[in-house]
């Protein structure tokens, strides 16, 4: 359990630029250190998106319940947030004293995004995907392109899924 | 004002399914309706939360916690922006864990994840989009990734070796 949150408590300082940059790499610590197999890991994906919250934490939060309960699910969520609160504490000390240029943060963060997302993109990518999956991808896709609403998108293709599998 | 701030959090949180991202126009909403914020306050707090690790709306809650409110307010904040998904958490779990075998909820994951996939294919969109590619940050970007693809455990020091390089060069 301990050996959990410290993933999730690395992971946290990693975490720039909203959940889906870390979930590759959480992918990779989850599923190669054998917490979860693949099929697991796909299963929370889908669960941390179709419930309120971001993505990541509900991941957290999600894999301490599964396997340790409600302590293990407390644990998992403030490791994760542990890295933004003492970011935020260090802030406030710190006050207006530090000498970043703003702007050069923010371009160095979003090229760093870039290359965790594509990470992301394919390690989601390599899960098992049959064909009709990766079909209903390239229409999320575009359908976002087209400034359709997300939980319409996500919601949708559940419905699909359900009737698929039917 | 305590109170005012935790249930106007709880609400953007419990009512604001599909991540962070789609909380923070709410909550930009919520805080100028209740005339708590102005909007360039706001923004300026929002800057600061992107800058750093960590979810945005649960960032951006606990620094406006902080400027209302100080360290009290931002520990209300946070709490309240984590609370509701934590307990839809729960229950969910408790709830896919009632109804494993079913045929139709392992169909409606598969479809969920497949949209999932679309999703974060379009934040990349997004993301190379909306910036400037010279051949030196091109190549810079291209050699992380690779490095992350062949051996994951770097991920660390590569992100950090990154951040820096992008930093000081200004690309």
Known sequence: MWRLSAIFLKVGFLSFGGGWSVVGVLKNELVGNGILTPEEFTKAVSIAQVTPGPVAINLATYTGYKDYGLFGAVLNTLSFLAAPIAIVLVIFLLGSRTKIDKERWAGALKGTCTVMVFVTLLSLIRNHLDLWTIFLSIGAFFLTLRKVHPLLIVFGCGALGILFSL | ?171
């Open chain 2, 1 to 171: 004002m305590l109170h005012r701030l935790f249930f106007l959090f709880l609400k953007v949180s419990t009512l604001t399914l599909g991540g962070g991202y789609a909380m923070v126009p709410v909550m930009k909403w919520e805080l100028e309706r209740a005339k708590l914020l102005e909007e360039e306050e706001f923004l300026k707090i929002l800057s600061v939360a992107q800058a750093i690790p960590g979810p945005i709306a649960f960032n951006t809650a606990v620094l406006v916690g902080k400027r209302l409110k100080g360290v009290a307010g931002a520990v209300i904040s946070g709490l309240a922006v984590i609370l509701p998904p934590f307990f839809a958490i729960v229950l969910v779990a408790e709830f896919i864990n009632t109804f494993r075998e079913s045929v139709a909820l392992r169909g409606f994951l598969n479809g969920v994840y497949a949209a999932v996939v679309g999703l974060v294919a379009s934040v990349l969109y997004q993301f190379v989009k909306s910036q400037k590619w010279s051949l030196r940050k091109t190549i810079m970007l291209a050699t992380a990734a690779a490095v992350l693809l062949i051996k994951s455990s770097l991920v660390v020091p590569v992100v950090i070796l990154l951040l820096v390089l992008l930093y000081s060069k200004g690309v």
